[in-house]
């Protein structure tokens, strides 16, 4: 039983922390792009 729980609290972590690193790379990802996008019109 114990095990299970743990079981359970291991996949709900790294479902957590698979969620937060796409949110992550998808803001770098805007960031990034609104950077570059002035420096290409500049250059």
Do not use: G, V
């Not at 698979?18 to 570059?36: G, T, V």
């Amino acid at each position: 039983m114990i095990n299970l729980i743990y079981y359970q609290n291991h996949i709900t972590c790294m479902l957590y922390f698979c969620l937060e690193f796409i949110l992550l790379a998808q803001f770098c990802h805007k960031f990034r792009y609104r950077q570059c996008k002035p420096r290409r019109f500049l250059s």
